[in-house]
T-cell receptor
Framework: QKEVEQDPGPLSVPEGAIVSLNCTYS??????FMWYRQYSRKGPELLMY????GNKEDGRFTAQVDKSSKYISLFIRDSQPSDSATYLCAPWGDSGAGSYQLTFGKGTKLSVIP | ETGVTQSPTHLIKTRGQQVTLRCSSQSGHNTVSWYQQALGQGPQFIFQ???????GRGNFPPRFSGLQFPNYSSELNVNALELDDSALYLC????????????FGQGTRLTVV
């Protein structure tokens, strides 16, 4: 079992839809839960993150973590064509490599159709 | 405040050759991490440097090595290149605490032929 599982999609939605992106993880040592957005041929950019379980909202984006079920979600409201990108969940913590670092999921490719 | 910059942006090498990739950290960040991203995959952790010392390593062979300099810039060296080394190599800089928010460069696209 991979440490972080994420459905790669692709996911295609109409403009204005609510998008739900999800990951599961296996390592209980993860402490922070990041979401990165990656446009084609670019490096990932940090979208938002949460600490431990709970919700965090930033504009149209809401990140949610349930540590009891090891489940991570990102919701996008009123999706826009400019949201079309690959979304990467990345828990942060000690994954046994001797330091604290990000462990990425495979990424979900999202297309928002005008 | 400058962001993370990587050079070169693209590179083509022949199998068996050696390559050096460079990264300039974001101002004020003392930790640099390197990741390998194969096509259609998420980034995979290679190693991390903190104050010029390797501070953790992922599941990569010793032919992947690195350096961090006093100004916190960094290099990734790969010896004896293999075809499977073809990927996007990403550098990320961060502060160790509190959450290790990592900021990525645009990456170096390495093609091994």
């Amino acid at each position: 079992q991979k440490e972080v599982e994420q459905d790669p999609g692709p996911l295609s939605v109409p403009e204005g839809a609510i998008v739900s992106l999800n990951c599961t993880y296996s390592n209980s040592a993860f402490q922070y839960f990041m979401w990165y957005r990656q446009y084609s041929r670019k490096g990932p950019e940090l979208l938002m993150y949460t600490y431990s379980s709970g919700n965090k909202e930033d504009g149209r984006f809401t990140a949610q973590v349930d540590k009891s079920s090891k489940y991570i979600s990102l919701f996008i409201r009123d999706s826009q064509p400019s949201d079309s990108a690959t979304y990467l969940c990345a828990p942060w913590g000690d994954s046994g490599a001797g330091s604290y670092q990000l462990t990425f999921g495979k990424g979900t490719k999202l297309s928002v159709i005008p | 405040e400058t962001g993370v910059t990587q050079s070169p942006t693209h590179l083509i090498k022949t199998r068996g050759q050696q390559v050096t990739l460079r990264c300039s950290s974001q101002s004020g960040h003392n930790t640099v991490s390197w990741y390998q991203q194969a096509l259609g995959q998420g980034p995979q952790f290679i190693f991390q440097y903190y104050r010029e010392e390797e501070n953790g390593r992922g599941n990569f062979p010793p032919r992947f090595s690195g350096l961090q300099f006093p100004n916190y810039s960094s290099e990734l060296n790969v010896n004896a290149l293999e075809l499977d080394d073809s990927a996007l190599y990403l550098c990320a800089s961060s502060l160790v605490a509190p959450a290790g928010e990592a900021f990525f460069g645009q990456g170096t696209r390495l093609t091994v032929v």
